[in-house]
């Protein structure tokens, strides 16, 4: 099979353009229609996308490179802005991907777990099922997310699962995740429900609407991947040998804490603490730099979905102005993201991070006080994080809010994604296809 080959019958093939022709009207639709959830996507912006299973051909500005996402929001997705017809490219500063960042190597990671569980997974799907849920490699469909509860998904959902298929799903993402990884994913479900009685709207927010999709066939030397995808919730993992890319993962709720059952349940707290404890290390002249604004906008988050080629230049503080207890610090707010995978893909992760650290800047907007409001990103040519405290969403009668008041932490969005054209493991699987014998 070669690069652009995607191991369908034509039949096949014409079902799900026109599957994905129906998904683009409905998108036009949903624009149209001015629909509340827009403001709170999170960089979700507009369904515009465009889907098939094909390779795409780029939208290229004079220069060849891809045009610069438009729009005041730097990359949200919006008309005008990127469409899934453009080859995918990545996040870059300046529409330029840096080369040689990333290559082909042993990571010593255990992915064996994962392939069985996953194989586990497939084996109990019904065959329809299975032809909705699996798409090739190459599919487009890793790059159809969207946090938003009203997108319309590909896929399996929850929903559609017996008790015990549940239960070979949720092995799979124990076999990805670390128990912090997989507790967050359920308290992000958890609440959602929860939200969903709390203001009566379960038809839009409950714990069953997650979609599974499986892109390839998992292999211990052939690239595959899955994608689990909701509200609040996108959890992308891209095997190839020992190597694992976990990115993009959007990690978000609306409320981040709620009384369940007689119980608090909070999730999305790491990266704010995390966060917090970095910018309140830093020296008032290291501040000047780092705070772009010490108000909070509604929504500030750059690279959420179909943001995939955000070209955004660095900004604020560089990572070789901090001392190593603030560098620490700053490690720390990606490692709350990090650390949501297996401790041997953080291991790997990590390390890569490091290795760019000097290189890695940080900008910040909205206060530095325990309850403020904020954003952050963090920006290196390896890894890219942000958190967006946002305004009150679709869920803001939960905790007796106003829909668009004022930001908060009560609700938060935020992202991991791999710049320089990495995530979904792109880089990797096209050095697979150009590299191994067996695909020349």
């Known amino acids: 099979m070669t690069e652009l080959d995607t191991g369908e019958s034509a039949e096949q093939e014409a079902g799900r353009r026109a599957h994905a022709s129906r998904r683009n009207f409905m998108r036009k639709v949903f624009f149209a229609s001015g629909a509340t959830a827009v403001a709170t996507m999170g960089g979700a ?20 490179s891809p045009a610069p996402s438009g729009g005041p929001g730097g990359g949200t997705g919006g008309p005008g802005n990127q469409t899934i017809t453009e080859d995918f490219f990545g996040l870059t ?21 994962v392939i069985t569980a996953a194989n586990a997974f497939l084996d109990g799907l019904t065959d329809t099922q299975k032809t909705a849920t699996q798409f090739t490699v190459h599919s487009t469909e890793w790059r159809l997310w969207s946090n938003i509860d009203s997108y319309e998904r590909q896929g399996v959902s929850l929903a559609d699962l017996t008790d015990d298929q549940k239960a070979l799903g949720t092995a799979l993402l124990k076999a990805a995740l670390s128990a912090d990884g997989l507790e967050t994913s359920e308290k992000i479900r958890k609440i959602n429900q929860a939200a969903g009685e709390a203001i009566n709207n379960t038809n839009s927010f409950n714990e069953d609407a997650y979609y599974w999709t499986l892109m390839g066939t998992p292999s211990e030397t052939e690239p595959w991947g899955f994608q689990f995808d909701g509200h609040h919730q996108v959890i992308n993992y891209f095997v190839l040998g020992s190597q694992v890319v976990m990115s993009p993962c959007f990690w978000g709720s609306e409320p981040t804490s709620m009384e369940i059952d007689g119980e608090t349940v909070t999730v999305c707290h790491e990266e704010v603490v995390a966060s917090l404890a970095f910018i309140n290390s830093l020296t008032s002249a290291q501040q000047s730099v780092a705070i772009a604004s010490s108000t909070k906008s509604n929504e500030s988050m750059k690279a959420g979905a179909f943001a995939d080629n955000t070209v955004q230049a660095y900004e604020g503080l560089r990572g070789d102005a901090l001392d190593p207890a603030q560098k620490r610090k700053l490690l720390g707010i990606v490692e709350a993201f990090v650390a949501r995978a297996k401790a041997d893909v953080a291991k790997v992760r990590m390390e890569e991070v490091r290795r760019y650290l000097d290189d890695t800047h940080v900008t910040w907007a909205g206060g530095t006080g325990d309850s403020d409001a904020f954003y952050v990103r963090v920006h290196s040519p390896v890894v890219w994080v942000e958190v967006d ?15 668009g008041g004022t930001p908060t932490q009560k609700h938060v969005h935020s992202i991991i994604r791999t710049p320089n054209g990495n995530d979904y493991g792109k880089e990797l699987l096209r050095q697979h296809y150009l590299t191994s014998p067996h695909h020349r």
């Open 389 to 403: 405290c946002q305004a009150p969403g679709p869920l803001a009668g939960a905790y007796g809010a106003t829909q």
């Open 93 to 113: 500063t300046d529409g330029k991907r840096i080369d040689d960042l990333f290559t082909i190597h042993s990571t010593k990671v255990a992915t064996a777990p």
């Open 45 to 64: 912006g507009a369904m515009v996308a465009l889907a098939d299973d094909s390779t795409g051909t780029a939208t290229a500005g004079a220069s060849g």
